[in-house]
């Protein structure tokens, strides 16, 4: 019996969302007023792991902070949702990842990132310990982590050893190089949006992206956005339409899908099923300024 259902592997950071018409900045010290501004916990890994904990599943949680405000502040409401942080480490020579998110509509964003502690975690500052302790490993924004990046192959071999099954959300990749050589065919489940798979895939066509990287990796599904998802496992195909939702932000939507995915996956339920729970936890999490705060439970998704 291992103590968690869900290791979550990558970066942490806070948010800082603000939003209406008036978020595009002016310079030449003008000061404008705007509708709203809210601090909330950020980083697809943090995203990802309360959405698995909201959905019941045993989370714990490996990234680095720096010892500050913003990092205190990530550890406390990772730990508020249910997320173990015990493994978490704080770094006394790094600021705090933080991400300046404008959002002057409900569909469109701007985001300024300071890097910080997002891209300091190290192979060897992560517990083994954890990888027999947990049913499955999530790895989040691949391509940020840079620290870890050179030894992650040989990590994810690891896991496998210790009999845990591997999901990965690579997000953007900022140097739009896209290598993913060495640990798409180390996971189990790949969790790419329309953009990202093209981009690794090398070509501009969902379908025959999708039976590429499927010789790759076994289970793969798609983020469409308010298109909805699609994913394919083997030869079997399912589509799944977005529900029609009055977005508030989209921030992280990516990421509650992720774990409404792993849900279903851990659950062994009918890939249509799952990628309908998946989009249910990726829509309903646009109800809410911020990442986390309109995260459903499995009652509420599945209603
Ligand atoms: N505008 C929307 N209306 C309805 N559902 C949405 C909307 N945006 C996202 N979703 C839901 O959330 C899921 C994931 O969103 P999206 O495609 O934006 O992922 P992503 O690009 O990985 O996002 P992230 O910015 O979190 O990395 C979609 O498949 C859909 O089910
Ligand atoms: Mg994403």
């Known amino acids: 019996m291992r103590q968690f259902d869900v290791l979550v592997i990558g970066e942490l950071n806070v948010d800082f969302v603000v939003r209406g018409a008036d978020v595009v900045p002016a310079f030449g010290q003008r000061e404008k007023l705007i509708e709203d501004a809210t601090l909330t916990l950020g980083s697809s890994a943090g995203i990802f792991a309360s959405q698995a904990a909201r959905l019941g599943l045993r989370t714990a949680i490996v990234g680095v902070v720096g010892a500050d405000l913003f990092g205190d502040m990530v550890l406390r409401e990772l730990s508020e949702r249910g997320v173990d942080t015990h493994a978490c480490i704080t770094a ?26 997002i891209a300091a975690l190290r192979a060897d500052q992560i517990d083994r310990g954890l990888l027999v302790q947990a049913r499955h490993l999530h790895i989040a924004s691949y391509f940020l982590l840079d620290a870890l990046r050179p030894d992650l192959p040989q990590l ?43 981009a ?5 066509d969902v379908a025959s992206a999708l039976a ?17 998802a699609l994913a394919r496992r083997g030869s079997e195909l399912a589509h ?26 851990l659950r062994g339920w009918p890939l249509a099923d799952t990628l309908r729970l998946a989009c249910a936890c990726g829509s309903l999490s646009t109800h809410a300024m911020g990442g986390t705060a309109g995260q459903p439970t499995l009652e509420e998704a599945l209603a």
């Not at 977005?242 to 279903?264: E, L, M, Y």
Request: net charge negative.
């Open 92 to 117: 006394p020579d790094l600021k705090t990842g933080v991400s300046l998110i404008l959002a002057p509509t409900a569909g469109s964003r701007a985001i300024l990132t300071y890097s910080g502690s």
């Open 156 to 198: 994810l071999a690891e896991a496998r050893r210790a009999g845990m099954t591997i999901s990965l959300d690579t997000n953007w990749d900022p140097t739009e190089r896209w290598q993913v050589e060495g640990v798409l065919s180390a996971c189990d489940v790949f969790l790419p949006n329309e953009a990202e798979l093209l």
């Open 200 to 204: 690794i895939a090398r070509t501009r």
């Open 212 to 228: 590429q990287l499927s010789r790759v990796v076994g289970l793969i599904a798609v983020k469409q956005g308010a298109q909805g």
């Open 240 to 265: 799944c339409e977005a529900r029609p939702v009055r977005v508030v932000d989209t921030t992280g939507a990516g990421d509650s899908f992720d774990a409404g995915f792993i849900c279903g996956y």
